[in-house]
């Protein structure tokens, strides 16, 4: 293994909580209705897929050594207070007017589909998914401008949940190396690609599903729209291109996702946000 995680790594649960009395204008991204669909249908799928992702590391927690074993723990507590304020958000998503039952119903299914895996599968599927959250999270908190137009209060959310993913980004994987020692290496590697292909496909299909929900609600789920969507992603701020390189170093046998240490990058956004441990 070329890399691996930080012996000083430190995983911090913050206590950030949206203002529960904000509110959230229907486009709340600038009033542009192709990034508030793209980041709302992210937020959509966090509750769910966030508390599949505490069930398929945690059950490890007892059977690994330290310091993973704490580290499980702080990536729980992380990722349940993601899911809490995840909660939040889309409350404000169904005050702005959209209806979001079809999309929990759906996401309902996949994750409950996911729950009949193998364990082991189902830690590898966190581990495909919680690098996309992890190299996306880099793509956020390095952009010019992110977010553009949303309010302090949305963009505080929103760079808070990413310092936290790249922070805890390779749990599940150390976590999968922990369980699968036995597994000869080559074995070990075709497993995480295969569930990585898998995993993009539905990824990106169940993500365009819930915006093209979100369109249709607006009125706009339209050629034109969605032509809007493919420059979002591949020009400006291009989500995909910025994250194409980083997404196939998954596919090396070498790859550990603490190849690149951006600790730097969270100290300085963490110094913006000024967030606090979570009480006792």
Same mark, same amino acid.
């Given at each position: 293994?070329?890399?691996?995680?930080?012996?000083? !790594?430190?995983?911090?649960?913050?206590?950030?909580?949206?203002?529960?009395?904000? =509110?959230?204008?229907?486009?709340?991204?600038?009033?542009?209705?192709?990034?508030?669909?793209?980041?709302? #249908? +992210? %937020?959509?799928?966090?509750?769910?897929?966030?508390?599949?992702?505490?069930?398929?590391?945690?059950?490890?927690?007892?059977?690994?050594?330290?310091? +993973? $074993?704490?580290?499980?723990?702080?990536?729980?507590?992380?990722?349940?207070?993601?899911?809490?304020?995840?909660?939040?958000?889309?409350?404000?998503?169904?005050?702005?007017?959209?209806?979001?039952?079809?999309? &929990?119903?759906?996401?309902?299914?996949?994750? &409950?589909?996911?729950?009949?895996?193998?364990?082991?599968?189902?830690?590898? +599927?966190?581990?495909?998914?919680?690098?996309? *959250?992890?190299?996306? #999270?880099?793509?956020?908190?390095?952009? /010019?401008?992110?977010?553009?137009?949303? %309010?302090?209060?949305?963009?505080? !959310?929103?760079?808070? =949940?990413?310092?936290?993913?790249?922070? =805890?980004?390779?749990?599940?994987?150390? *976590?999968?190396?922990?369980? *699968?020692?036995?597994?000869?290496?080559?074995?070990?590697? !075709?497993?995480?690609?295969?569930?990585?292909? !898998?995993?993009?496909?539905?990824?990106?299909?169940?993500?365009?599903?819930?915006?093209?929900?979100?369109?249709?609600? &607006?009125?706009?789920? *339209?050629? /034109?729209?969605?032509?809007?969507? #493919?420059?979002?992603?591949?020009?400006?701020?291009?989500?995909?291109?910025?994250?194409?390189?980083?997404?196939?170093?998954?596919?090396?046998? $070498?790859?550990?996702?603490?190849?690149?240490?951006?600790?730097?990058?969270?100290?300085?956004?963490?110094?913006?946000?000024?967030?606090?441990?979570?009480?006792?």
């Amino acid at each position: 293994m070329s890399a691996t995680t930080p012996a000083d !790594l430190t995983i911090t649960p913050r206590d950030l909580r949206v203002d529960r009395n904000t =509110h959230n204008a229907r486009w709340w991204h600038g009033g542009d209705p192709v990034a508030t669909a793209y980041f709302n #249908a +992210l %937020s959509a799928a966090f509750p769910q897929g966030e508390t599949f992702f505490i069930e398929s590391v945690r059950r490890y927690r007892d059977s690994v050594h330290e310091p +993973l $074993g704490q580290q499980i723990a702080a990536f729980v507590q992380q990722e349940a207070m993601h899911t809490r304020e995840h909660v939040v958000f889309n409350k404000l998503l169904r005050t702005a007017g959209y209806d979001l039952t079809a999309m &929990d119903a759906e996401t309902r299914r996949r994750v &409950d589909e996911a729950r009949g895996r193998p364990p082991v599968v189902q830690l590898a +599927l966190t581990v495909a998914l919680e690098h996309f *959250t992890a190299i996306m #999270a880099y793509s956020l908190l390095t952009e /010019r401008e992110p977010l553009p137009g949303a %309010s302090a209060e949305i963009l505080r !959310l929103w760079q808070w =949940h990413a310092i936290e993913e790249i922070e =805890h980004k390779a749990v599940a994987y150390d *976590t999968f190396l922990a369980v *699968t020692q036995n597994m000869s290496g080559l074995r070990r590697w !075709l497993l995480r690609c295969h569930v990585m292909a !898998l995993v993009s496909l539905q990824f990106w299909y169940s993500n365009f599903q819930r915006m093209a929900d979100f369109f249709r609600q &607006d009125g706009i789920n *339209t050629p /034109r729209t969605w032509w809007r969507v #493919a420059k979002y992603l591949l020009v400006k701020p291009g989500m995909f291109r910025r994250i194409f390189w980083n997404y196939l170093r998954f596919y090396s046998p $070498g790859f550990h996702p603490w190849q690149h240490d951006d600790r730097k990058l969270i100290r300085e956004v963490e110094a913006k946000l000024a967030i606090g441990a979570p009480s006792a």
